[in-house]
Every structure is written in C-alpha cells, then in structure tokens.
C-alpha cells in the first residue's frame, strides 16, 4: 500500500488537480483544458511540408504531446525531445519510442540568456504550453519582454537558415502582440499568429536563408 498517493479530492475542485504528475496531466489535459487538442491540432496544420530526415527540437517538451502530433503529421522526421525534467522526459520518450525509433531525448535546462538551445542544429523547433512557464508569472511586463526575446533568440541560434519555430501556447504574461515583436526582435522573420481561441494561440517565426 502506498500511503504517499496524494488525495483524490485535489481532483475534484476547478482549479486543483495533480499537473507536476505527467500521466495524470496526459489523461486530464483535453478536459481540464480543452483548447489544448486543437491548439495542437492548428500547430501542426501551420507547419511548412517536413521532407524525411527533417530535424524537429520539441523544446521543454513536457509528455511529448508536440513532438507526436508533429510525427503523427511527418513520419520520417528525426526528433530531439529537450526537458529538465527526467520524469517527464522518460513519459515523452517512451510515448515517441512507440511511433519512431528515431528520437534522442535531451536532459537540459532551457537557456534564459539568449544562449543556443541545445541539441541542434535544427530545421524545426516546436513548444506546446512551454514558453509562458519558461518566462516565469511573477514579473511584470518590461521583464517579460526581455524573457521572451531572449528566449527566442535561444530558438533561433541553431535553426538551420529557412528554419522555423512554431509554438502553441495560451497568453500568460505577455499579450501576444508583444510576444510576436520579442520575436521579430530576436531576429526572426515572417512572424505571424495562424490561430487563436480565446487565450490560446498558434504562433511562429522563420530564419532568413
């Protein structure tokens, strides 16, 4: 018997639940916040055609949700799956292992100084409901800013030339408008929102060739 199993009735109020427990966030996820499925839905129809071979970072990847709905898309890709979080990242692995065996997954601390992402180089990075927990809550609006730009610039250090970031996530804090110009300031271009419900958004940048 495990007497450390958190209460059941966490589960029953709006706002509680168990979200730091990645199986428990899988099968809750479309309830809880039934955005998310067709927010990942839209990533994927927003991507530009991934040829086999096509190198895909899905950044703080969480459960692995981006990466298998963009291998679901584009079969022959190669993932790298980045998480500081090994519990998660064995859920993500284990759940892309079953669809490709071509999938490294990355232990890593996400950079916050503008430092290139590890892993790459990439032709692809992706980030499902990520970028808002990376900036952080808690700061007000001209912090944010500088968070957001210099985590873009991250994303854009090892992007191929013509590579791209694509993420989906909802409005934390930073309104969108200004997390597309941290982008544009980071260096990316063709910057634009491909779809948004509410406070949920589809949104992404590309490298100049």
Known sequence: MNDDLPSWMSNLSREGGNWDDGR?????????????????????????????????????????????????????????????????????????????????????????????????PYDLVVASLALHAIVGHDVDAAEAESRYELLFRSIKEPLRPGGHCIIGDHVGTLPLFAQLKAMERAGFTDVDCAWRQDDFFVAGGRVGE
């Open 24 to 120: 428990w966030y899988d099968i809750h996820l479309e309830r809880r916040m039934p955005q998310a499925i067709p927010m990942l839905e839209e990533l994927a129809m927003a991507l530009p055609p991934l040829p086999p071979g096509t190198v895909v970072g899905d950044l703080a990847c969480g459960t692995g949700n981006a990466a298998a709905t963009v291998l679901d898309a584009y079969p022959q890709i190669q993932l790298v799956l980045l998480d500081e979080d090994p519990d998660l990242l064995s859920i993500a692995h284990e759940k892309i292992q079953r669809m490709t065996r071509e999938v490294e997954p990355l232990r890593v601390s996400v950079p916050t100084d503008g430092e290139p992402l590890p892993g790459g």
